[in-house]
């Protein structure tokens, strides 16, 4: 899963992969938590992001399906046992990747 943040907005892509999970953007880290502010998600103060739960499932298209819901949970399982998940909140972790040119 990458998530794609631009002057424009933000959105989920490649939402059926679940073998990695970051945030694309040739934004300023500023800019990126800005667009990222409230329902998306929030920084966690070391040019990362957590990303919601519940705003990554409302941006899925296949995440009433059970085999979506799945291979998600195995993700966000496989996160938390790097600590990649926050433990108030469930949000996930993404690390911030600058577009290929």
Do not use: C
Not at 67 to 82: D, R, V
């Amino acid at each position: 899963m990458q998530i794609i943040v631009s002057d424009s907005g933000v959105i989920l892509e490649e939402a059926d992969r679940f073998d990695g999970f970051k945030i694309v953007s040739g934004l300023e880290i500023e800019e990126v938590e800005g667009k990222l502010a409230g329902s998306v998600g929030y920084a966690d103060g070391q040019d990362n992001f957590f990303i919601r739960r519940e705003w990554i499932v409302s941006q899925a298209p296949a995440a009433g399906q059970a085999g979506w819901q799945q291979n998600f949970e195995k993700m966000i399982n496989y996160a938390a046992s790097h600590g990649w998940v926050d433990s108030e909140t469930g949000a996930i972790r993404a690390h911030v990747e600058r577009p290929e040119a």
